[in-house]
């Protein structure tokens, strides 16, 4: 199994049913792709008069490689989102994310952040904080956070 695993960082700040109105048409190319994964939107909160502060995704794609890679190059000419960063590529036993041809999931970067430091040094201080998103996308980068994230996000919700 080919996985593709890429962060980015969001132009707008969608909201959840404006996410969901997004992924269902990439839902369906999904499944006749046999394409499964999830996308994990991490937002900041509006501070002050600041409407929109920072959005990543963090996405995993999982299927035949070749359609991995044509999905994936479809994600980059999305003018949703800049910086996209592949973090890895290679081949996996399974699947991680097998019955979801896109799951979504937000957060918010505090959320994220606590989610990693508990995952990545747990019982080790404080938790992680950032008033910084190029610290946070930063960190996203390492490809053992980002899956790790992602993994921890996916038995949550499942």
Do not use: C, K
């Not at 707008?12 to 839902?27: I, Q």
């Not at 044509?70 to 890895?88: F, G, K, W």
């Not at 970067?109 to 990545?120: F, P, Q, T």
Request: proline share 5%; net charge negative; glycine share 6%.
């Amino acid at each position: 199994m080919y996985e593709l695993l890429y962060i980015s960082q969001a132009v707008v700040d969608l909201t959840e049913t404006e996410m969901e109105a997004f992924l269902g048409r990439s839902r369906e190319r999904n499944a006749q792709a046999d394409i499964t994964g999830i996308l994990l939107h991490i937002h900041d909160g509006p501070v002050g008069d600041e409407p929109f502060r920072a959005a990543f995704f963090v996405q995993s794609l999982e299927g035949p490689q070749e359609a991995v890679e044509q999905t994936y190059e479809r994600i980059r000419a999305d003018m949703l989102h800049t910086d996209l960063t592949v973090v890895h590529r290679g081949q996996r036993e399974s699947r991680s994310f097998a019955g979801w041809r896109m799951h979504l999931t937000r957060m918010t970067s505090e959320a994220a952040l606590a989610l990693i430091a508990r995952e990545s040094q747990p019982d080790s201080g404080p938790p992680l904080r950032s008033d910084n998103p190029a610290d946070t996308f930063a960190l996203l980068r390492d490809p053992l956070i980002a899956r790790a994230l992602l993994v921890v996000v996916a038995d949550q919700s499942r």
